[in-house]
Each structure stands twice: as structure tokens, then as C-alpha cells.
């Protein structure tokens, strides 16, 4: 009966460590062990390409791509531009064309391809109204009348109409703090 207690015990002890490292081991193969997942080619899911249609100037971080989002392009996505010798990386850092993190220090020719190397490693950044994304995917600068705080993006509290009467007057807000109207003295 002792006997029987300890083999029961030893099999319970083997199957919760089978189901620990099991789990473990499922984690790691769906997540890329907490990394971002690389998209390379030849793999289930091929890399996110796009060729560009002009030549891309010396010191630019700012593409031309109508709609980048449609053509699978995400914000925080590290991408390469070009081939060999003459390729360089670059984050994806906003929107209202391919915003990179800083300039390309070469130029490239009419149709180079852009290719999505690593997809974001951060998958709950997003700040809503945010334009502009830093290489760590806090936002950096917000849209039109809004400010950042606490790495959200407010909307100016005043507007110049809603301070017109005669005993207020209005201060703009900037990029980091809220507008106001604050009586005249």
C-alpha cells in the first residue's frame, strides 16, 4: 500500500513536470520566446515587400507610400532598404507616409524594395491620436490639437472662441502641455 501511494505520487510529480514544460515549450514556440516574430523569406508567412516607385533621396526618413498600412506596413516594424553592400535599416516610426526613426545615409534608385525584417517587439504601443512614434514606440508627437502626457495624447481643453469673453484670455497649448484661459488681471 506504501508502495503504491509513493508510485502514484512519482506519476503525478512526472505528468505536472510534462504539462510545466510542455506549456513552457508552447509559450516559446508561439511567441518567438517573448521576442519579435522575424519575417524572412521562405517561411509560412512571407515578409511584407514593396518596391518604390521614385528614387529615394540622401537623408530622408520619410517615404512616399500612400496608404502604408494597406501594403502591410505597422508601426514599430524594423525594414530594410536595398541589397548587399548598399542596404540600411530602419523602424517604422509613424504614419502619413513610412515615418522612419532617422534619415537614410545613402540615396537608393527608382524601385528599390523595401522589405519588413523584424515585426514589432511591443504589441500594445499604440497611443490613439499619436503621429509620430520614437524608436522605443512611445509616442512622440501627437496629431493636431493634442498634447502628450504620460505618453497619451490629450485634446487641448480650450480653444481661442471658448475664451472670448472679455475677462479671459486664451494661451495655446503646445506639444507637451494643455491650452488655457486664465482670467486678465
Known amino acids: 500500500m506504501v508502495r503504491k501511494k509513493k508510485n502514484i505520487t512519482i ?5 505536472v513536470s510534462i504539462v510545466i514544460v510542455g506549456g513552457v515549450l508552447t509559450w516559446g514556440f508561439l511567441t518567438n520566446w517573448g521576442q519579435g516574430k522575424k519575417s524572412e523569406p521562405g517561411t509560412n508567412s512571407e515578409p511584407v515587400k514593396y518596391t518604390v516607385p521614385k528614387k529615394i533621396p540622401k537623408g530622408t526618413n520619410k517615404i ?3 496608404n502604408p498600412e494597406s501594403h502591410g506596413f505597422k508601426i514599430g516594424q524594423e525594414i530594410e532598404f536595398g541589397t548587399g553592400e548598399s542596404r540600411e ?3 517604422i516610426v509613424g504614419f502619413g507616409s513610412l515615418i522612419l526613426d532617422r534619415p537614410l545615409t545613402r540615396e537608393y534608385p527608382k524601385n528599390t524594395v523595401i522589405t519588413v525584417i523584424l515585426e514589432p517587439v511591443k504589441k500594445d504601443f499604440k497611443v490613439d491620436n499619436c503621429d509620430k512614434y520614437s524608436r522605443d514606440l512611445t509616442c512622440e508627437k501627437c496629431r493636431e490639437q493634442h498634447y502628450i502626457e504620460d505618453n497619451k495624447c490629450k485634446k487641448y481643453t480650450y480653444t481661442s472662441d471658448q475664451c472670448n469673453e472679455s475677462n479671459l484670455e486664451f494661451t495655446d497649448g503646445s506639444s ?3 491650452s488655457k484661459c486664465v482670467c486678465k488681471t
Not at 506519476?11 to 505528468?15: F, K, M, N, S
Open 64 to 66: 512616399e507610400i500612400e
Open 176 to 178: 507637451t502641455s494643455d
Open 89 to 91: 535599416r530602419r523602424t
Open 11 to 15: 506519476l503525478i510529480i512526472v505528468i
